[in-house]
């Protein structure tokens, strides 16, 4: 079995492999520091489960994973991220992820999300699932940003952030143009006006830090 491990902290991917090394001894075990390490890892090898966070410099988890799911598309990708499952794990589940869970979830919790990712199922949390449960019911409030493609959200978390059309082109590898138009339709989906009010937007909903 090959596990790769996506983080840009060593010290979690480290913390990662010993905790699924101990469950899975005959594991081996690739790294990536970045989502562009993480796409030529894709390519180079077949794997049968990534572990996969969000915040990685440059590209994000998020955008990553549609060309992880391109290059593999029956690659079991389980997100482990800081960020409450509330606000992202709808979009991660919407990319095509096998499961999300926060990096304070217990080991316990996360080994069994890993067997059922392997087994090719989807890890869905009961807060979660009443969440879903929730929303197909028609009983609960979709925010407007749960809407957004995975492209689109992204984008709106780096245009958040401070980061300019340009820099946003560069990191994500598209032209001016098409990020501008991602912005136009964020703008659109959330009917704001300004980036100053996407900005605001993601600090209400805590959708940066």
């Known amino acids: 079995m090959k596990i790769l491990l996506v983080d840009d902290h060593q010290v979690v991917r480290q913390g ?5 090394a101990d469950e899975y001894p005959k594991a081996a075990f690739g790294e990536a520091g970045t989502a562009a390490e993480a ?12 572990l996969l966070d969000l915040n990685l410099p440059g590209r994000g988890g998020l955008d990553a994973l549609g060309d992880f799911k391109a290059a593999q598309p029956l ?4 997100v482990l991220s800081m960020h409450p499952e509330a606000e992202f794990a709808v979009q991660a589940l919407r990319a095509g992820a096998a499961g999300y869970l926060t990096k304070q979830s217990a080991a316990e919790e996360l ?16 807060s979660l699932a009443e969440k879903l449960a929730a929303d197909v ?19 709106l978390r780096r245009l958040a952030t401070g980061h300019s059309v340009k820099e946003i082109s560069s990191s994500l590898g598209l032209s001016s143009k098409t990020v501008s138009t991602y912005r136009a339709r964020v703008l659109e ?14 600090m209400e909903h805590g959708l940066v830090g």
Request: aromatic share 6%.
């Open 189 to 202: 989906k959330l009917k704001l006006r300004t980036t100053v009010d996407l900005a605001r937007y993601a």
């Open 75 to 78: 690659l079991p990708v389980l």
């Open 39 to 50: 796409v030529q890892a894709i390519h180079r090898q077949k794997w049968d489960l990534v």
């Open 111 to 126: 080994l069994a999300a890993v067997q059922k990712a392997l087994e090719g199922g989807r890890y869905i949390t009961a």
């Open 137 to 155: 019911a028609g009983d609960n409030r979709q925010l407007p940003h749960e809407e957004l493609s995975p492209r689109e959200f992204e984008t």
């Open 16 to 20: 990662l492999k010993q905790m699924l």
